[in-house]
């Protein structure tokens, strides 16, 4: 079976914004058409097998334009930690939320977006088994695994700084560097989760829910030594 039996491009759920006018609603779809591609050709031909040129011309543009919207071939495939980053300057930041609860809910969040995808797919066992070859491809694929660990590096720097300034410390201090580190370990336990629940359900809801569980599991462990985040004591 084609990969493209299966709705590729609805897993990226980018909303329109609502003072979207034309030219800023073409950039972003070119965008998206540019990542769906790419990740349909790597998943179908093996990522270092495809050139940049070649995603250029099945989307009509210049290799020139994709480096315009895309600064290395493997953001290509995983543009969505952008939002993550996105989300984790703005959530984090909510003082109503605990800095488990938002991780929690931005997890969830991207949790249900995949979801939500599966139990739209007319072949419910193809688009898990394209999920599953998904994480093959970055997992088997070196670049993309020293680009993901790059991308997780940022995202404990942008979690420790707002941290710091919750609770008015500097992000070089060992209180939110360890609970920026400890937070964002909670991605790698929903994507581990997903893989493991993937094949054992059937319906997509039940696979959200046995996934939050997992996670939720772990954030209980991490919510009872971040409830001493506080800054150290200077010495007299």
Known sequence: MSMRTVDWTALRRDAEPAAEGLRERKKRLLRRQLSDTATEMFMERGFD????????EACGVSEKTVFNYFP??????????EATLDS???????????????????LSGELAGITSWLAEQDDLAQAKNMLLRFGMLIRSTPSLRAYQRDMVD?????????????????PDDPEPQIAATALLALWPIQFRALRKHLSRV???EELHDMVSADVQRAARLIDTGLTSLAPARQSK
């Not at 959530?91 to 929690?104: G, I, M, N």
């Not at 720097?157 to 707002?162: G, P, Q, S, T, Y």
Request: charged residues 25%.
């Open 72 to 81: 290395t071939k493997e953001s290509l495939v995983l543009d969505l930690s």
């Open 202 to 204: 059937q319906a997509p």
């Open 49 to 56: 097998a495809v050139r940049v040129s070649e995603i250029a």
């Open 88 to 106: 984790l300057r703005t959530t984090l930041a909510d003082p109503d939320l605990r800095p488990v609860e938002a991780v929690l809910q931005i």
């Open 154 to 170: 940022q995202q404990i720097a942008v979690a420790a700084e707002v941290l710091a300034r919750r609770n008015e410390m500097s």
